[in-house]
């Protein structure tokens, strides 16, 4: 059965869990570096892929790539343009709930020092799932903010929004505080990620991601060299599929479910 769909785990899969589960009974720390993969089983399609919003053979009506319209330059001199894709986006997660992916990251909090998320999505599933050390890298949709004075609002969906909007105190076009193709990441968070690499994971998730950008797969890399456990979930192949320690071909709700249930199984006994 295509693994994209599968409900049960195969026996390679199986044996992958069981030791993902033996190196976190050691763990104290934990990092999950996630992408789209983790909140397609919440019904979001992801970007690359089959269904995904990025189609390669996709040309906006604009003649432009969907890559080039969700770019900070083209923002800069189309912003209505940028939006119509931003909009379209931000229906595809409306009314989305986390899943059993989001929430295992969540309990996973209970058990260890410290679970940090890098995250890619700019749904905020994690948040909502009570991830209290949440990294999103590209920022988060529902934050809305000025390109020219400091108004920021945070909105449930972008119903009742203009095109492009305008900002409510100074009349200058608003845009959603997410990083778009072609600008810099916030140096903050990088120097969080920073921060808490240099303290060190000793289990390292990447989880439904397709892993094209440096920063997603270097925490990845650096657990490796200082010899912790590094694993991927994602029922696709990548370019870290062959470094890592582990890899799961499967959906990301289900190996986290059960990665939790054999957890679960040896923690209480102990
Ligand atoms: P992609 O859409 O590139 O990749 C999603 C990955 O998830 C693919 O490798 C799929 O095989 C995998 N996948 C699909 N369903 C899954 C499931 N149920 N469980 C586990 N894995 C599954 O998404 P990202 O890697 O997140 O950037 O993309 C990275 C960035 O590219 C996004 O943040 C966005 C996009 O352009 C910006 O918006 C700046």
Known sequence: ???????????????????????LRKA???????????SADSGVPTYRGVGGLYRSDRLTPTGFTIEEVLSGPMF???????????????????????????????????????VWVLTQNVDGLHGAAGSRHVLDVHGDLHEIRCTACPHRDRVVNY????????CPRCGAVLRPDVVLFGEMLDPAKIRRLEAEMARGFDVV????????????????????????TTVEINPDETAMSGLVDVKIHARA???????WEGYMEWWPHT
């Not at 104290?28 to 983790?38: D, W």
Request: aromatic share 6%; glycine share 8%.
């Open 205 to 228: 998730f990447s989880i439904g991601t397709s892993s094209l950008f440096d920063y997603i797969v270097a925490p990845l890399r650096i657990a490796q060299a200082a010899g912790k």
């Open 253 to 259: 709700a289900l190996t986290l479910d059960r990665i």
């Open 76 to 114: 800069e001199v189309r912003p209505d343009v940028t939006w119509t894709y931003l909009k379209e986006i931000e229906r595809a997660c409306r009314g989305v709930r986390p899943n059993r992916g989001h929430a295992v990251l969540a309990e996973m909090q209970d058990h260890f020092d410290a």
């Open 1 to 23: 059965m295509d693994p994209a769909h599968a409900e049960e785990l195969s026996e390679e899969d199986a044996r992958g869990v069981a030791r993902v589960v033996q190196k």
């Open 159 to 166: 119903d009742g929004l203009g095109d492009p909007p305008e």
């Open 28 to 38: 104290r720390r934990v990092l999950a570096v996630t992408g789209a993969g983790v």
